[in-house]
């Protein structure tokens, strides 16, 4: 069972993150490339972990669909920097689920002409604790 | 011995409530001097002031310590009240128990205990003060208005209107800033030209008015009243007095691919160009990096058409040095070019530009001739997108931190213009807030909405991208929670405003202060909003922070009275607390001359009396008019015969003495 009482200042700690910086300006969401394929979007991983929102969080898709392209984080005018606090919901997912899925030395045999080097990166972020 | 008075401010709870006034008042009352010591609730107030004349004449004071705000506060009242009551102003001392001590402090006890310290002190130096005499020095009845935009034309014409004479430097050929290049202004609507050209005029005139245009400030000496200022008035090719302003010269120049300024580049001007028809002075100026003749030695065509004989390929910079009483600083706004935000796509696409580029295109004088058209093809664009606050707001190294205040209003404006005249074209703005704040201002940008349906979106645009000649722009719709994909013939960006790059070093050369956003600070943000701390340097328009065209024409208002009632005045006071030297220490070593910003010492040869040898020395010579008491010869020099009247080391001794007893 997941443990859900993660607090939005393990988060903000995890993170280093500090959502009250965020002025709504909703750029992170206007960024994102994997916008439709992510149930909640940066904005609000912002405004919910703000407001202590956040068992919806661990249990969404989002955390795995986002890409961990840095887009968000790179055009957030006040450098609130939302992909690392969903790097941090889903860290706080993968912590709890022990062992290690994915080793370096996998990495040759998954590997195929047309994967970018940021997905090998994104993989690591996801499988690896 | 000294009798002295100590007056204890409770100013209201601000100090009261963190610091126990009566113990102040009844400890201090023990110190060596001390005749009388009270507190009271406003101390400043009619009733406070009347405490402290009344105490002076009862008990004979000699000198008043006065336990309340900042110094920058109300020294001068207090100088002016205990002056009224027979004592010189020089004889009071405040000690700080305010911002340096309730304000920052919780602990009562504690706060008490530092305002009986910081008490003791004032009371020490106060035992050691001597009275000062304040000398005069003239005022030069004549003002520089540095920047011809409307704040500087504005107080220019306000100066002049009173009497006294004012010049305008401008660094462009032509005075008039931003406000010409604008189309209609908001929230009136009326055309920027039709109210800003009448002014333009009455500037070049008005015989108490003299533009400098072409022209920088090259170097400032001296202080408030007597200013002296080198102008550098750049070469123009073309000589001022002749020129008629025909243009005949400017329509033959074949040096044709340079662009134009005015028109922010979307057409070409000759080397030899007016700016625009309306300029003041309608003069015409070669710009030499476009001349061929100055390049190559060939052409000539301009001299040779020109009837009046006006052009002059050898013309150098000329110098002009003149007296001035007050400096007004007008040295305006630029808008960024969003060159950084390359997500927007304005360095890659044409048909993405910024609003002051968007001016030009519904100008009726601009290149379009008003006709407003995509810059990348010619064509009418169909649907506009409007992108506010970029590079307003932020945090990260691409942002100003500031609001620009203006690009809300201006948005609203576009927005409703291109409904007005384009009803067909569908125009999308989108805002994380929209910030009109003024007088019918949130009226004027409701109209847009509910009259010229304007469609506003809350959220920011993340990505805009070309396919086949249509802008493709990805946001976010925050309300609705979605990401929107949208094609648009134009996307304009209302880019932040900043001051002008040359503000920084005018600055420097004015010892005026400025933010870390290089706009001018003001002397006291609320109270004396239109003056620099440094005296005699005053502020006007953008320059001092963001603006719109109504509050900058007050600020430039507010500001000719702070020049007028200066200029009104014959003689200024000087500050008594000046540097001056002692004969028998000081040895000429020049050090302090050297440190001295204001360049108030200068050295002569002097018959000293040394311990029974007479013998001619080279002494340091302060000239207390020029000297502004900044103290920085008195910690240079190595003999210790630097001192400065009121602030002797021996008094600040005096103080640490008592601080740590
Ligand atoms: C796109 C856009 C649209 C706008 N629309 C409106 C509107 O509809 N209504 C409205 O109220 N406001 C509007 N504004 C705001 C308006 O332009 C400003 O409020 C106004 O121009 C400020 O005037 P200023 O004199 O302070 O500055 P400026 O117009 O910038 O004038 C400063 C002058 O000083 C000169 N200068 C600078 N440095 C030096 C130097 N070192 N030495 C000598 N000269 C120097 C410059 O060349 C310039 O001529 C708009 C602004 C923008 C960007
Ligand atoms: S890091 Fe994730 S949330 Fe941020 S822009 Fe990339 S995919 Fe979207
Ligand atoms: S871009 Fe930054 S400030 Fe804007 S909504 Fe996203 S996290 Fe908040
Ligand atoms: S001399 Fe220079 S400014 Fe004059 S017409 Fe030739 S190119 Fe133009
Ligand atoms: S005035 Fe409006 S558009 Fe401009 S920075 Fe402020 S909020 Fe943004």
Redesign the interface.
């Known amino acids: 069972m997941l443990n859900t009482k993660i607090s939005k200042e393990d988060l903000e700690r995890i993170s280093g993150v500090n959502t009250r910086?965020c002025?709504?300006?909703?750029?992170?969401?206007?960024?994102?490339p994997n916008?439709?394929a992510m149930d909640y979007?940066p904005?609000?991983f912002i405004d919910m972990v703000d407001k202590g929102n956040i068992a919806p969080l661990l249990e969404s898709k989002a955390i795995w669909t986002c890409l961990s392209c840095m887009?968000c984080l790179q055009?957030?005018?006040?450098?609130v920097e939302p992909a690392k606090l969903i790097e941090a919901v889903r860290l706080a997912v993968v912590r709890q689920q022990g062992e290690n899925r994915l080793a370096a030395e996998d990495i040759p045999e998954l590997l195929d002409e047309d994967l970018p080097q940021q997905a090998i990166v994104s993989a690591f972020r996801k499988y690896k604790k | 011995m000294q009798r002295i008075g100590v007056f204890v401010c409770w100013c209201g709870t601000n100090i009261a409530a963190t610091v126990d006034v009566a113990k102040v008042a009844e400890t201090l009352k023990s110190e060596p001097g001390v005749v009388f010591a009270t507190d009271y609730q406003y101390m400043c107030s009619a009733s406070g002031q009347e405490i402290i004349k009344n105490a002076i004449k009862e008990h004979n004071l000699t000198g008043v310590v006065i336990c309340s705000c900042s110094p920058r506060m109300h020294e001068a009242t207090f100088r002016k009240t205990v002056q009224a009551a027979g004592i010189n102003p020089y004889m009071l001392e405040i000690a700080n128990i305010r911002e340096q001590c309730s304000w920052i402090h919780k602990d009562k006890e504690e706060a008490t205990e530092k305002a009986i310290i910081l008490g003791r002190a004032a009371i020490a130096k106060v035992h050691l003060n001597a009275p000062l005499t304040s000398m005069e020095s003239p005022v030069v009845k004549r003002a520089l208005v540095i920047g011809g935009g409307i704040a500087g034309i504005q107080t220019a014409l306000d100066i002049a209107d009173a009497g006294f004479e004012v010049d305008i430097v401008e660094k462009q050929p032509t005075i008039g800033g931003k406000m010409a290049q604008l189309d209609k202004t908001f929230p009136t609507l009326d055309c920027a030209a039709c109210i800003l050209t009448p002014k333009m005029v009455d500037a070049g005139s008005n015989d108490k008015v003299n533009l400098y245009t072409y022209c920088e400030v090259d170097k400032v000496e001296g202080f408030v009243g007597n200013f002296k200022v080198t102008i550098k008035q750049k070469p123009r090719y073309v000589d001022a007095t002749k020129c008629t302003g025909c243009g005949e010269c400017t329509t033959k120049c074949p040096s044709r691919k340079n662009p134009n300024e005015f028109n922010m580049g979307f057409d070409n001007r000759g080397a030899v160009y007016i700016p625009f028809a309306q300029a003041v002075p309608k003069v015409a100026t070669i710009d030499p990096d476009d001349c061929i003749y100055m390049k190559t030695g060939k052409c000539g065509l301009c001299a040779k058409v020109c009837t009046a004989g006006a052009i002059n390929y050898e013309q150098k910079e000329e110098f002009i040095t003149k007296e001035y009483g007050a400096i007004v600083v007008a040295t305006g706004y630029n808008q960024i070019k969003p060159t950084e935000f390359e997500?927007y796509g304005y360095n890659n696409y044409k048909d993405v530009v910024t609003s002051l580029e968007f001016e030009r295109l519904m100008n009726a004088a601009g290149p379009t001739g008003g006709h407003l058209l995509r810059p990348s093809n010619g064509k009418e664009p169909k649907k506009i997108v409007f992108v506010q606050?970029v590079g307003s707001?932020?945090?990260?190294c691409?942002?100003k931190s500031y609001c620009s205040k203006i690009c809300c209003m201006y948005t609203a404006k576009h927005a409703m213009l291109v409904k007005d005249h384009y009803p067909d074209v569908d125009v999308t703005v989108f805002y994380?807030d929209v910030r009109t704040p003024g007088k019918n201002f949130d009226e004027f940008y409701r109209r847009a909405v509910e009259e010229f349906g304007v469609h506003y979106i809350?959220?920011?645009?993340?990505?805009v991208e070309e396919e086949d000649g249509v802008l493709k722009v990805?946001?976010?719709?925050?309300l609705a929670?979605a990401?929107i994909h949208m094609d648009a013939d134009m996307v304009v960006l209302a880019a932040a405003i900043e001051p002008d790059k040359s503000a920084r070093p005018l600055a420097t050369m004015l010892t005026a202060s400025m933010d870390t956003n290089d706009f001018f600070t003001e002397a006291h943000a609320k109270l004396r909003p239109v003056e620099s701390p440094t005296a005699g340097i005053f502020l006007s328009g953008t320059c001092q922070g963001p603006k719109d065209i109504p509050e900058t024409v007050s600020q430039a208002s507010a500001c000719a009275a702070k020049v007028i009632g200066l200029l009104a005045k014959d003689h200024l006071l000087c500050n008594p607390c000046v540097a001056h030297s002692n004969e028998t220490l000081c040895n000429g070593c020049s050090t302090c001359a050297n440190v001295c910003p204001y360049g108030a010492i200068t050295y002569e040869d002097r018959l000293v009396m040394d311990k029974g040898v007479r013998e001619t020395r080279r002494i340091a010579v302060v000239n207390e008019a020029v000297c502004q008491g900044c103290g920085a010869c008195t910690v240079t020099c190595p003999s210790g015969a630097m001192d400065l009247k009121g602030f002797a080391n021996r008094q600040i001794m005096a103080e640490v003495d008592a601080i740590c007893r």
């Open positions: 910086k002025m709504k300006c909703g750029k992170c969401s206007a960024t994102c916008f439709d979007h904005h609000q887009a055009r957030c005018p006040r450098s | 997500e606050c707001r932020g945090q990260s691409r942002d994380i809350k959220g920011m645009v993340g990505k990805q946001a976010s719709d925050l929670n990401q």
